[in-house]
């Protein structure tokens, strides 16, 4: 992994930990859902293996994808079109920048 993206695996991160502390009610008690606060910690920890190597940056960013698009549809099924929709959308633009990050430095590999 390199320099750029292991930085913005980072960030992705800690966005994820910082939902689930959200969603743990510690920040705000009326952000409570519990198994959204699962959810975020695990993938959390996905993209932390990814920065320390135990997963490859493509798998973790896979699996956090799909785990962040049954999250959205979870929360535009129920209509959470506040903090919730807002934090899938900044999860979405981390993950979109790490796939670009994995796809060019991908490239530039091949040549």
Do not use: C, K
């Amino acid at each position: 992994m390199g320099g750029t993206l292991r930085v913005l695996t980072v960030v992705n991160a800690v966005v994820y930990f910082g939902a689930a502390a959200y969603h743990s009610g510690a920040l705000i008690p009326a952000g409570a859902l519990a198994p959204a606060s699962i959810a975020e910690s695990l993938l959390g920890l996905v993209l932390a293996a990814a920065i320390i190597g135990l997963v490859p940056a493509r798998i973790a960013y896979g699996i956090v994808l799909a785990g962040t698009i049954f999250g959205l549809s979870i929360v535009v099924a129920r209509g959470l079109l506040g903090v919730d929709l807002w934090i899938h959308v900044v999860m979405l633009a981390g993950l979109a920048v790490g796939f670009v990050l994995l796809f060019a430095r991908r490239g530039t590999q091949s040549i």
